[in-house]
């Protein structure tokens, strides 16, 4: 009976305690679909473009280093490397030879390219241009050291008299060598068009 006395007081006194109504208000604040495009748009004008349009034009003499994030490299009219200069033409690089229809200037070699990819990073050699044509030209004092290089889409790679020629597991069209120094391949493949050598001085070793 006290019990339930004393809850009957407590009810009585609770109805007669006036209760404040507190409204909270949030706001919510939403940012229109525009924006979003907006700041996407800019994050693609300002990241994306130097990957989708990264190439180089190249012509005249040439030497230095050839790198991923110039490639590819257009060569749009005949290149030169000069004697006792290198070229150097790193992993991942793409050479395009894209000269005007129904003309055509290799690549004169006169000093020393170097090329060397990985194993699953060729340097490649691409061109559209009919099979007679030659990629990379020697007169005699030319030097190539070649490693996991390939070819797409061309004729001859290399052609005429070199002074030392050093390719390992590469994957190119026919090369003619009229003369050379010093010739050494090992492990490539040459079975879409195979090679022929004319003559070669000093040093022969095929591996």
Same mark, same amino acid.
């Given at each position: 009976m006290v019990f339930n006395f004393f809850i009957c007081k407590t009810s009585?006194?609770?109805r007669n305690i006036p209760f404040t109504s507190v409204l909270v208000k949030r706001e919510i604040s939403v940012c229109p679909a525009w924006l979003f495009a907006l700041v996407g748009f800019l994050c693609f004008a300002m990241f994306v473009p130097n990957v989708l349009v990264a190439q180089t034009e190249v012509q005249g003499e040439?030497?230095?280093?050839?790198t991923r =994030?110039?490639?590819?490299y257009l060569v749009v009219n005949v290149c030169t490397i000069p004697?006792?200069?290198?070229?150097? +033409?790193?992993? %991942?690089? =793409?050479?395009?030879?894209?000269?005007?229809e129904n003309r055509f200037d290799p690549m004169i070699l006169n000093?020393?390219? +170097?090329?060397? %990819?990985? =194993?699953?990073?060729s340097v490649t050699f691409s061109s559209q241009l009919e099979p007679g044509i030659s990629?990379?030209?020697?007169?005699?004092? %030319?030097?190539v050291n070649a490693e996991f290089v390939r070819t797409l889409y061309i004729g001859r790679f290399l052609f005429g008299e070199f002074d030392a020629v050093e390719i390992h597991?590469?994957?190119?069209?026919?090369?003619r060598f009229n003369e050379a120094r010093v010739l050494i391949l090992s492990h490539n493949d040459f079975s879409r068009a195979g090679m022929s050598v004319m003559g070669v001085r000093e040093q022969l070793e095929f591996h």
């Open positions: 009585n006194l609770l040439v030497s230095g280093v050839w =994030e110039g490639s590819p004697e006792d200069d290198t070229l150097r +033409i790193e992993p %991942g690089v =793409e050479v395009r030879f894209v000269m005007p000093g020393t390219l +170097i090329a060397h %990819g990985a =194993e699953n990073d990629l990379i030209e020697s007169e005699g004092s %030319g030097c597991r590469s994957r190119t069209n026919w090369s």
